[in-house]
């Protein structure tokens, strides 16, 4: 099944910590990005990849960083969580150029406390 | 740089009945998107619009896209329970690394 998987589905972690959240496409999309979810602000970008070794900054790119190694594989890393950045992020991907939607994965709720 | 606005925020309306979304964006847009979104869940792709004039339909849904007006429109005909979610409509600029620029959201509840 073509999907885009996201892990962990919840976490909960302290200040300070780093974690790091998966993305994983099965589709071999070129474009693959990260959104954040928190309400009155709806979805905003934090980070994007047009593919491999290619990444770039979105809206909210503060705190958070990303790496691209392997066309699949887009993980979110936050080297050092705030309470900020408790939210709901989603990582998306699609085929680039034409009229191709996005696959979002199922999302990730965080809370740092 | 694109901002997407769409109106209402919020919506209850009553079973059978139609009513319409509207949603108002900036600056021209290669490719305007319908989304749809349960609570707690991820975000499910309803429609892709690309040119003006643009119109598709899904079941009771049916979105259109007036590029001249730079306004797209969802349209819900005789609405039943199973559509209450949060619509939101997205667009794109290929020049801007692709990014989605997203509405607030319609908050869409279908009373019996």
């Known amino acids: 099944e073509a999907q885009v998987t996201q892990n962990p589905r919840y976490l909960i972690t302290v200040t300070g910590k780093k974690l790091t959240v998966t993305c994983s496409q099965n589709?071999?999309?070129?474009?693959m990005s990260w959104y954040r979810q928190d309400p009155g602000l709806g979805l905003r970008q934090i980070y994007y990849?047009?593919?491999?070794?290619?990444?770039d900054k979105g809206d909210v790119p503060e705190g958070y960083k990303v790496s691209r190694k392997e066309k699949r594989n887009f993980p979110l890393i936050l080297e050092s969580p705030s309470p900020n950045q408790t939210s709901l992020y989603f990582c998306a991907s699609r085929l680039t150029g034409g009229h191709y939607g996005y696959t979002f994965g199922s999302g990730t709720r965080l809370t740092v406390v | 740089e694109l901002k997407v606005e769409q109106n209402p925020l919020f919506l209850s309306m009553q079973e059978g009945k139609n009513y319409t979304i509207y949603c108002n964006y900036s600056t021209t847009s290669d490719r305007l998107y319908w989304y749809r979104q349960d609570p707690g869940k991820s975000l499910e792709s309803l429609f892709v619009l690309l040119s003006n004039g643009a119109v598709k339909q899904e079941g009771r849904l049916m979105a259109s896209l007036d590029t001249k007006a730079r306004l797209s429109t969802l349209h819900i005909t005789a609405a039943v329970h199973d559509l209450s979610a949060t619509y939101f409509c997205a667009g794109l600029l290929e020049t801007s690394g692709s990014r989605l620029t997203f509405g607030e959201g319609t908050q869409l509840t279908v009373n019996p």
């Open positions: 589709m071999n999309h070129e474009y």
């Open positions: 990849s047009m593919n491999v070794e290619v990444t």
